[in-house]
């Protein structure tokens, strides 16, 4: 009996001593603090620099051509369009007048008083004009008259001579003068040096003048000035 109470004191006593030993030992789940600094260092990492899109160049305004050749069309600036004129006939046609004492003159003559075509316009206009190719100066076979309306007609002189008798009557219209610019292949720019007044015109072709008909291609204008 001595014995199993010895073994048994014994036992208790190594299992107080076990639980104390435990005790004394952290726990496996406690996480260590570590040592604290003032300054607090980090890598700097530079951002990438975006570059600004580069600034793109306006379109390039690429201007129109003719349908026809040998046909001016009145050129739309705003609208970046031509626009066909009037095609119609003159009559070339000779008078004497008195029996040729006062003299002759020859003029070409339009039916009706006015263009169905007319322009508005505050500043100075151009005309288009395309050629086959063949054509060394264009302005010896193209003429620009401004007409004078009246009896139901449009007229313009384009020659006339002195007789015997001396002779008041005015010329009726005038022949205007313009200037062409190569623009594209064959396609030219019809430019004038002072801005046109208001009234009926016609470009027309006189490349054989021994015809009675030549095709006129006509419109009018509805202004004189700009301010």
Do not use: C
């Not at 086959?132 to 008259?145: C, E, F, N, P, Q």
């Not at 001396?166 to 396609?187: A, C, P, R, V, Y």
């Amino acid at each position: 009996m001595p014995t199993k109470i010895a073994i048994h004191f014994v036992a208790v006593v190594s299992l107080v001593l076990f639980s104390n030993t435990l005790i004394g030992q952290p726990a496996s789940n406690v996480v260590k603090k570590g040592p604290k600094y003032d300054t607090i260092i980090r890598k700097h990492i530079d951002k990438p620099v975006i570059k600004a899109a580069p600034k793109q160049a306006p379109a390039e305004v690429v201007l129109p051509v003719p349908e026809y050749v040998n046909q001016p069309y009145y050129f739309d600036k705003d609208g970046n369009k031509l626009i066909k004129l009037e095609t119609t006939t003159a009559q070339l046609v000779s008078k004497k007048k008195t029996l040729g004492l006062k003299g002759a003159k020859q003029f070409f003559s339009l039916d009706d008083e006015s263009s169905k075509v007319r322009f508005i316009s505050r500043s100075n206009i151009v005309f288009f004009i395309k050629t086959s190719g063949d054509v060394i100066d264009l302005t010896s076979y193209i003429k620009l008259y401004k007409f004078i309306p009246g009896d139901q007609k449009r007229v313009v002189t384009i020659t006339s001579k002195e007789g015997l008798l001396n002779n008041n009557e005015e010329e009726k219209g005038k022949q205007i003068s313009f200037t062409l610019k190569l623009i594209s292949n064959d396609n030219y720019m019809i430019q004038f040096t002072d801005p046109l007044e208001a009234g009926e015109y016609g470009f027309v072709w006189v490349k054989n003048m021994e015809l009675k008909e030549f095709t006129v291609f006509a419109f009018a204008i509805d202004w004189k000035s700009s301010n």
